[in-house]
């Protein structure tokens, strides 16, 4: 027998003994019957060389031979090949075997073991009479020589690059590490990325899944790029990570003196070249960062300190924190605009510059930057200024242009396109329009991932009728054009859902056109479906009119209908309990969304366990219907039998979702009598986090509604020990997580 992994032959230890005449002693000593070791070992070799890629089946004997055979399937894939091939190797004609799934028992040794390692994918073929055996055996040992007669099938069809960053930055958006982190392996097995590339994309990972001390105190992974032309998300992504490990929790306690002297200490002196370029970014904690290091330099040039309070938004928290600055550093009048003009255009801000030089016509150098912008500027009132700027140019201002200027004169006077199309790197509408309109080859979303940096989310917010017009100009879009929009739909979840503190009003159809996108995709990946509840919920907190709600109830429906799945169940129940959370503009579409779910449960009755059962009688009483559940029999088997329920220990839930934490403590105590559950929600590193997170047996930290800073708080007071993080942010996911960590550790194989 070829050597087996400790990992497989642990399963076979527990099916290979009690009952099961034949025991993995024997099997190792080769101290059995040679005829039972000839059947059996063949199939164990298959375990020899990991991963195990087909199905496998082994007898369970009796001492007078065979008694009956286990098939099972590592996979899915292999789940759906398991089936038919069973039904044509042995059929019924010999056998019981309907070729059907077959329910393991936990109190039967043997299939406990395959329950541990195979799941529900495990068939129990038993022959149809005693003299059937031998047919039974002859058609599997048939099986098993094509089995490994069959030659492996390469994936000679590699995913296209965009597919797997697409799905790439999903992940990242729903917190999901392991997924995000298998996709980044893929991108770079591919070979369609350079070793710089792949560092970008290691600091996307770790600050897309929030782990930016990481990024911060890993000087290697630094150093390494930062002289390098970084793209402008590599360089929010470092300089965020830095600024909020070693600034942030100082700027609003220190003066000024006192935080730019930190700052030069722990960024700007090891980390300096990060600041060449600002490439046009206005996010404001970036432009703090780069405001502060202008601050620390020997003689802090003024125009560059002018342009980054210019460009810092209006309606952030910190504006007046900025202003304050600049009055601190600069305590001059503002100087010439000229300079500040010319840094404006450094920093690739060019919106800024072309204001600053339309108040200065007619100096010479404003005539020499209108015509600068002119050619980055092409959209809206600015553009229109330039271009009227341009044509009223008289002859002495024309011989005052350098020799570059007069080619720039000629090529926007001669050459004015004849589209009103606005530039595409200008706005999120620009962009849109441009996607539908254009014809011509370009890369939609290369320039969408450099631009978007650019864009002030606070303008966003406060211009419904734009954000109506890009709902529109997306959700109606023909192909390819729609393609395109569905290729962008992590940049826009990022942009309207996850960057904004909470829900914009003026975002309303945005998040009601990102759901239909989702609906209209047919069959979606786990991590679109938490993408939808997070969207329903930002749209559902701001207050939809009836028309929008039952356009996103009727979206959502379709949604659990094509993903009717059990590994979505969880996610279902979560997102009927979203919805009765809030007003309903329409009580018989959000109950009829409800049958659905109970429907689907019903279907899955066998499947449904006993934390599931909690949350749907909680949810049954919510939707006002308690004798649904006449129709869906209770488990079988109790999930919180072996000593489950004399769990006495403190188990510590953090949620910002307060009503999912509060049933999830109800449920949670009904479940285990003994145990004690205490909630926090604290947004900053409180004591009260930092006591639970210490002193709790069992921590629950539902990151899908978290904060960074309560996360580096519990993981610190946490030290070694382990937090638990739930796939969801609903009541079914928070009590299944904790059973599923009592259970595991005291070695209790069982299905949740």
């Known amino acids: 027998m070829k050597p087996i992994p400790e990992s497989e032959q642990a399963w076979l230890k527990g099916f290979f003994s009690g009952a099961n005449a034949l025991h993995w002693e024997q099997i190792l000593s080769g101290h059995a019957r040679a005829d039972w070791l000839a059947l059996v070992i063949p199939w164990i ?6 991963p195990l890629a087909h199905p496998i089946l082994l007898p369970f004997f009796a001492s007078e031979g065979i008694l009956r055979w286990y098939a099972m399937a590592p996979d899915d894939q292999a789940a759906a090949q398991l089936i038919e091939e069973v039904r044509a190797f042995v059929g019924p004609s010999f ?19 395959l329950l541990g390692r195979f799941g529900w994918r495990v068939m129990r073929i038993d022959a149809s009479e005693v003299t059937d055996r031998t047919h039974v055996d002859q058609s599997v040992a048939l099986y098993r020589q094509l089995l490994g007669r069959r030659p492996s099938v390469p994936d000679r069809v590699q995913r296209p690059f965009s597919m797997a960053r697409k799905d790439f930055d999903l992940a990242l958006i729903v917190g999901d590490a392991a997924g995000a982190q298998r996709l980044l392996d893929e991108m770079v097995e591919s070979g369609r990325i350079g070793a710089d590339q792949q560092r970008f994309l290691r600091v996307r990972l770790l600050a897309g899944l929030g782990r930016t001390e990481e990024i911060a105190h890993d000087r290697v992974l630094i150093e390494s790029i930062m ?3 970084l793209p402008p998300q590599t360089i929010v992504d470092v300089v965020e990570a830095l600024y909020g490990s070693y600034i942030a929790s100082h700027e609003h306690e220190l003066e000024l003196p006192a935080l730019v002297a930190q700052f030069r200490n722990r960024i700007a002196r090891p980390y300096g070249a990060l600041f060449r370029e600002r490439r046009g970014i206005r996010l404001p904690r970036t ?3 780069f405001f502060l290091f202008e601050a620390s330099q020997d003689q802090p040039n003024d125009a560059r300190c002018r342009a980054i309070a210019d460009a810092y938004p209006r309606d952030d928290a910190d504006f007046d924190l900025v202003q304050r600055w600049l009055r601190s550093i600069v305590r001059t009048e503002p100087g010439d605009r000229g300079d500040r003009a010319r840094q404006a ?5 060019y919106d800024l510059a072309a204001n600053l030089a339309l108040q200065a016509l007619p100096q010479p150098w404003a005539y020499s930057v209108t015509l600068r912008c002119a050619s980055e500027v092409q959209a809206g009132e600015v553009s229109a200024a330039l271009i009227q700027a341009i044509g009223q140019m008289g002859p002495a201002a024309l011989s005052q242009l350098s020799e570059r200027d007069r080619v720039r004169h000629a090529r926007l006077t001669a050459s004015r396109p004849s589209s009103n199309r606005p530039r595409a790197d200008t706005s999120w509408l620009a962009w849109s329009q441009n996607v539908v309109e254009r014809d011509d080859a370009w890369a939609p979303l290369q320039v969408l991932a450099d631009a978007i940096l650019k864009w002030d989310i606070g303008h966003y917010s406060t211009d419904a009728d734009g954000c109506a017009r890009l709902a529109e100009v997306i959700g109606n879009a023909p192909e390819p054009a ?3 929009f569905r290729d962008a739909f992590p940049s826009m979840v990022d942009f309207f859902v996850d960057r904004p503190e909470k829900p914009a009003r003026a975002f309303l159809p945005i998040y009601s056109m990102l759901i239909r996108i989702i609906a209209w995709s047919g069959s979606v990946s786990a991590p679109e479906l938490e993408i939808a509840t997070s969207l329903t919920r930002a749209l559902l907190a701001v207050g939809p009119n009836s028309d929008v709600y039952r356009e996103c109830v009727q979206n959502l429906q379709e949604i659990l209908q094509t993903n009717n799945a059990p590994v979505h169940l969880d996610w279902a129940l979560g997102l009927a309990e979203l919805l009765v959370l809030f007003p309903s503009q329409d009580a018989e579409l959000r109950l009829r969304l ?3 779910v109970l429907g689907t449960c019903q279907a899955m009755a066998h499947r449904l366990s006993v934390a599931q059962r909690a949350v749907l009688e909680l949810l049954s009483r919510d939707y006002g219907c308690p004798e649904c559940l006449n129709e869906i029999p209770a488990p079988q088997r109790t999930d919180v039998s072996d000593g489950l329920a004399t769990f006495a220990g403190v188990i510590g839930i953090y949620t910002l979702n307060e009503p999912a934490g509060v049933r999830a403590r109800t449920t949670i105590e009904q479940l285990l009598p003994a145990a004690r559950v205490e909630l926090n929600g604290d947004l900053t590193a409180s004591d009260r986090l930092r006591h639970l997170a210490r002193t709790a047996d069992l921590f629950v930290f539902a990151w899908r509604t978290s904060t960074h800073q309560a996360f580096y708080c519990v993981k610190d007071a946490r030290k070694d020990r382990d937090i638990i993080m739930p796939a969801g942010g609903g009541t079914a996911s928070l009590v299944k997580s904790v059973l599923d960590e009592i259970r595991s550790s005291q070695s209790v194989v069982r299905p949740v």
């Open 45 to 50: 070799d298959f375990l020899a060389t990991p």
């Open 345 to 349: 255009i450094a920093d690739e801000d």
């Open 95 to 113: 056998s019981k075997s309907s070729a059907a799934w077959h329910l393991l028992s936990p109190t039967d040794e043997a299939e406990r073991a």
């Open 227 to 229: 002289n390098l032309a």
């Open 594 to 596: 409800f049958m659905t």
């Open 482 to 484: 729609a393609s395109t």
């Open 287 to 289: 432009l703090r960062a």
